[in-house]
């Protein structure tokens, strides 16, 4: 999973899976979901997203990160 957030629109998007977006959805204003081919979500994208999301906190709970990967 890729979470990038574009400061010069304020959009968020979280990749949730590699592969490639056919169809999008808006699933609430301003939430566009990406799904496959096969009709997966592979990704959410948020606009205005400072707004609808809290940014400057970051916390995962639970999650199998073998192995874990940061980038900055």
Do not use: W
């Not at 959009?11 to 590699?18: A, F, G």
């Not at 169809?23 to 496959?36: K, N, P």
């Amino acid at each position: 999973m890729k979470i990038n957030y574009y400061p010069e629109t304020d959009s968020l998007y979280i990749h949730l899976s590699d592969q490639l977006s056919v169809d999008s959805q808006e699933i609430s204003e301003g939430v566009v979901a990406d799904y496959d081919e096969a009709g997966n979500l592979v990704g959410l994208d948020i606009d205005n997203a400072s707004k609808k999301v809290q940014l400057g906190e970051f916390i995962l709970n639970q999650i199998p990160l073998s192995p874990l990967n940061v980038t900055a």
